[in-house]
Nanobody
Framework: QVQLVQSGGGLVQAGGSLLLSCAAS????????MGWFRQAPGKDREFVSA????????NYPDSVKGRFTISRDNAKSTVYLQMNSLKHEDTAVYYC??????????????WGQGTQVTVSS
């Protein structure tokens, strides 16, 4: 069992930056890949980024590549999402998840509580 607690998020102007954090409980953090997903009102949950358990491999969709960076600190059992050059279309509820490395949200069994990110244009 893994419990994930998110922090960060909020309101930012377009072009600004935000850092999201996700702290995990338990001693098996490094066994799990970690993912970030987002969901805007009326839209499907969307893949944002994933990082392998070792932190050596990361994946991004084209929509955020070059603007967002995922990282993890296994000693602190925490994964981060640094979001730069934010756009209005990045507005959504962001979720962290633990599970197998991949882009499909349905493959991840453990989820954070979600945090709102609002980018004003």
């Amino acid at each position: 069992q893994v419990q994930l607690v998110q922090s960060g998020g909020g309101l930012v102007q377009a072009g600004g930056s935000l850092l999201l954090s996700c702290a995990a409980s338990g001693r098996t953090f490094s066994r799990y890949a970690m993912g970030w997903f987002r969901q805007a009102p009326g839209k499907d949950r969307e893949f944002v980024s994933a990082i392998s358990g070792s932190g050596l491999v990361a994946n991004y969709p084209d929509s955020v590549k070059g603007r967002f960076t995922i990282s993890r600190d296994n000693a602190k059992s925490t994964v981060y999402l640094q979001m730069n050059s934010l756009k209005h279309e990045d507005t959504a509820v962001y979720y962290c998840a633990a599970g197998p490395f991949g882009v499909n949200w349905s493959d991840y069994p453990y989820w954070g509580q979600g945090t709102q990110v609002t980018v004003s244009s």
